[in-house]
């Protein structure tokens, strides 16, 4: 202890030389099984009860037990202070590696990345997940387990669409919380109830009829918000268990769209601070040859047709393109010059801090993947369309596809890619009070096939009919999937 | 500015909620396999929990996600022969999907199809005796020997040979012979160009010649394995209660029992198998089978074999007091003593058995008896009925009626403070 704490502060100093901006840190060593805990509660030291976490652990601890995966040496999240946990079984070199790269790497990331600071806010959450699993334990008190599970199961199905992706969402706190939630419980069912007034006030009724043609006037991109405001059955408590789970899918938001920059970042520092610890004498020789040996091994990229190819490690790219910034600052070549007129002969430290502050993956990939990485790294482009009996190659790592592998590959970690666009589109107010969603196709990819299933999710916080109509890339209706009228959820 | 929490001594069941409302899901299932489990598994296997298969269906988590079709690209990294429009054909099994985020959760899937999991034996016991909880039995004072036990821990640079850990000891061989072995062959390789070279003096090229073989003689004497590269196996001492109990299972197989009897013998058994194991460090079972005579069998033959004719318990208690003296010494084994029985016994045998326990008793933890099969005075019960005043911290009788009693009974018997 008292020796990770001398190089804590020797790697705080360093770090701090390097102008890395940071929340203050807390270290906590744990155990394997600690560590599966943590695994199942995707990281946040406290949550809810439910079944699914189990089963995250289960999984975890299974993989783990018969060899098929090792744990993480490291999880570090995303709180002021920054919480990091580290495994017992690490050596002091991974210790150290571990402060480096989670403690001052991921921490400054999280400060200083214009995602999370929209998105989340590191000082409240903690506190906001303790509120969280106080009010649904005390739902569960009230309305029995079962029925909470039942709409905590509803929720999570559609967490990744209970996001606001375009504007930057309300701060949290606990306090405020709890204060407001009562408020917000009788504010929300007047509003809700107005909504749903069968009876109009005579002098009202032109305005709704007006609001029967467009309701909602804007499409709506984040269906738990929308549920949340405006669904016609659900009771108060579920409401503010609607807006729980729409908190935590909004926390985790960043962390999906920022995976290479954030884990590159990290890497990047880890890799210049072990390396100047030991320009200053406080590592031995040995220490920093189990450096490189765990350094490189976090930094193996195997080729696509290796079979343990499980795509572009994120630690790898974003690594090697950090460390191209640093390059093409310091020592740009001819082509650098042309591709990168601004940042060739720049100083490296304030480009790279830019380059973390205000970009997520695909930007930041589309915005600085260079020539030489896509020569490194060997990239090329297959394509692979449904019309066709193969698929065939569209661009390598030349001259003529250096364009097209990198907006490619930008696109791949574009949100449309992972997840499909989702709206809400239309409510029948007046009528069946059906909810009408529409998928916009990208690249012509049509909704999976459990896309019935979800929508029972949908029909079960909805109360009514719900429809989901795919478009394709003109715009017309290319399938249309319904939910049935009362149809119960399996399992 | 820096907080270090060691956190390893904190509880680490803080899954266990979650996970029982995973348990909770997945009921149907767990009470099936555990079902199983009893009527498949040989009775000292049983104690060891079990593992639950789940059918992805029941526990899925669906997300709104892309199914397979239209034009996808993949950017790929290692490319080594491709040119710009070189065709090939789908690979099977990522045709047409996205190869990494297309289906909901595809990094679970392959986990998911097969979700097995393992449940502990107090679990394992829960849905045994049907949802019953298991309570906190018995705080027994034990005669408590510990001899330590080895439990692995990260590796060390010294050890014994065969804590040897082949793989990162060669590993690490391999790596010091690359690098201590880089130079040599960049000079070596430097020598023998000069050499080619024909412009050279007779004199130089035997010098070289020279330096060429020490050079080759210290790269082939590097060592293949030193003692620097060595890893081995780390153990640390985990203390373990060394004690040892043998259990006793008596049972009539005279025609007059039942299978449903024995069903329900052996449910009481198993229950104080189970018990005892978590007590104890070693359980030794002994079964004795008696009709009219008595005799040492397996679990097979002690469960499901029938004989006929009538029944004389003295046999079994004199098998079992012989046994005990010579196989289990009592200041040796913590000896536990459980009979079953539908409580005949023939009418002479009355005064040879109250003997027998007056001897057997003093020597066992704790004798007892259940008499399965409604409850009217059988000759046996009257027997015993006396005896359980006199020996009363030592010896119980209870009698079960049906599969329900058998958990309050057995609760019952070693719940009332007892010395054991």
């Known amino acids: 202890m008292p020796l990770l704490q001398r190089f804590e502060n020797e790697i705080g100093r360093i770090a701090n030389d390097f102008g890395l901006d940071c929340y203050s840190n807390q270290l906590e060593v744990i155990s394997a099984e600690q560590m599966i805990d943590a695994y199942a509660s995707v990281g946040l030291p406290i949550s809810y009860f439910h079944w699914s976490y189990g089963k995250q652990f289960e999984m975890t601890r299974a993989r783990y037990e018969s060899g098929k995966m090792g744990l993480a040496y490291e999880m570090v999240i995303n709180s002021s202070p920054c919480i990091a946990y580290l495994m017992e079984e690490n050596t002091m070199a991974m210790q150290v590696l571990v402060i480096a790269h989670a403690c001052y790497g991921h921490n400054s990331f999280f400060k200083g990345n214009y995602m999370f600071r929209e998105w989340t806010d590191a000082s409240a959450i903690v506190d906001y997940m303790a509120f969280a699993k106080d009010y649904i334990l005390q739902c569960e008190g009230q309305h029995g387990v079962d029925e909470v599970e039942q709409v905590l199961d509803s929720c999570h199905a559609l967490m990744s669409h209970g996001v606001n992706r375009y504007v930057r969402p309300p701060a949290l706190s606990k306090a405020e919380e709890k204060l407001r939630q009562k408020d917000r419980e009788v504010a929300l069912q007047n509003q809700v109830n107005h909504l749903w007034a069968t009876i109009p006030q005579a002098n009202e009724e032109d305005e709704l009829e007006q609001a029967e043609i467009k309701f909602p006037t804007e499409p709506e991109e984040n269906l738990l918000y929308f549920i949340e405001k405006n669904s016609p059955i659900l009771e108060p408590w579920q409401r503010e268990v609607v807006r729980i789970v729409r908190k935590i899918a909004q926390y985790f938001y960043p962390q999906k769209q920022t995976k290479v920059m954030n884990e590159g970042w990290a890497c990047f520092w880890h890799y210049s601070i072990f390396t100047e610890l030991h320009a200053q004498g406080l590592i031995s020789d040995g220490f920093m040859l189990e450096f490189f040996d765990i350094h490189s091994r976090v930094l193996r990229q195997t080729d696509f047709n290796n079979p343990a190819y499980s795509g572009i490690n994120p630690y790898t790219l974003g690594y090697a393109m950090m460390t191209d910034i640093r390059r093409i600052c310091e020592a740009p070549t001819e082509e650098d010059k042309q591709w990168f007129p601004d940042l060739a002969g720049s100083d490296w430290q304030q480009s790279l801090d830019f380059a973390m502050r205000n970009f997520k993956d695909e930007s930041f990939i589309l915005q600085y993947l260079s020539p030489k990485v896509i020569r490194d790294l060997k990239l090329f482009i297959v394509v692979d369309d449904e019309h066709l009996d193969h698929v065939w190659v569209s661009a390598i790592h030349d001259e003529q596809g250096y364009q097209q592998v990198r907006a490619d590959l930008a696109s791949e970690y574009s949100l449309s890619r992972t997840e499909p666009n989702i709206q809400v589109t239309n409510v029948a107010l007046r009528g069946d009070r059906c909810l009408t969603l529409q998928h916009a196709q990208v690249d012509g990819r049509p909704m999976a096939d459990n896309t019935s299933d979800m929508l029972k999710h949908v029909h079960q916080l909805w109360g009514f009919k719900v429809v989901l109509q795919s478009l394709d890339v003109d715009g017309e209706v290319n399938k249309t999937y319904t939910s049935a009228e009362s149809s119960p959820i399996d399992g | ?420």
């Open chain 2, 1 to 420: 500015m820096l907080h270090i929490i060691d956190r390893r001594f904190n509880s680490t069941n803080k899954s266990s909620v979650n996970r029982q409302r995973l348990m909770k899901r997945v009921q149907a299932r767990i009470k099936e396999a555990v079902e199983e489990a009893v009527s498949k598994r040989a009775m000292d296997d049983l104690g060891r929990g079990g593992e639950v298969s789940v059918p992805k269906a029941d526990i899925s988590e669906p997300v709104f996600g892309h199914g397979s079709g239209g034009q996808v690209t993949h950017v790929l990294p290692g490319n080594k022969q491709f040119k710009v429009g070189d065709k090939m054909m789908r690979p099977s099994g990522r045709g047409g999907g996205d190869g990494g985020a297309g289906h909901g959760a595809s990094d679970d899937a392959q986990y998911e199809n097969e979700f097995t999991f393992q449940i502990t034996r107090a679990e394992y016991l829960d849905y045994l005796f049907d949802g019953l909880e298991l309570p906190y039995l018995v705080k027994k004072d034990l005669s408590k020997q510990e001899s330590p036990k080895y439990r692995n821990a990260g590796f060390t640079s010294q050890g014994s040979p065969e804590k040897l850990n082949v793989l990162r000891t060669l590993a690490r061989a391999r790596g010091r012979r690359i690098a201590l072995t880089a130079n040599l062959k960049k000079r070596i390789l430097a020598l023998q160009l000069q050499l080619e070279q024909d412009e050279l003096e007779v004199e130089e090229r035997l010098q070289l010649e020279a330096e060429l073989q020490r050079l080759l003689k210290r790269k082939s004497s590097l060592p293949f394995l030193e003692e620097v590269d060595l890893r081995f196996h780390n153990l640390t001492q985990v203390p373990n209660p060394a004690t040892s109990a043998v259990m006793f299972c008596l049972m009539d197989v005279s025609g007059s029992m039942t299978q449903a009897m024995k069903d329900m013998a052996k449910r009481y058994f198993l229950l104080l198998y189970l018990f005892l194991e978590r007590q104890y460090g070693k359980t030794e079972i002994v079964f004795i089978s008696h009709h009219t005579q008595a005799q040492e069998v397996d679990d097979q033959t002690f469960f499901y074999s029938r004989e006929s004719g009538g029944t004389i318990v003295s046999s079994a208690l004199q098998l079992t007091l012989d046994i005990i003296q010579q196989r289990y010494p009592s200041h040796n084994w913590n000896i536990y003593v459980a009979q079953a029985s539908d409580g005949d016994n023939w009418a002479d045998d009355s005064e040879r058995c109250q003997q027998l326990i007056h001897q057997l008793v003093p020597l066992c933890q704790y004798f007892t008896y259940v008499e399965i099969g409604k409850h009217t005075e059988k000759p046996l019960w009257s027997d015993y009925a006396p005896l359980a005043v006199t020996h009363g911290d030592h010896f119980a009788m209870r009698s079960i009626t049906s599969v329900k009693d058998i958990y309050p009974v057995f609760h019952d018997l070693f719940s009332r403070g007892k010395t054991l």
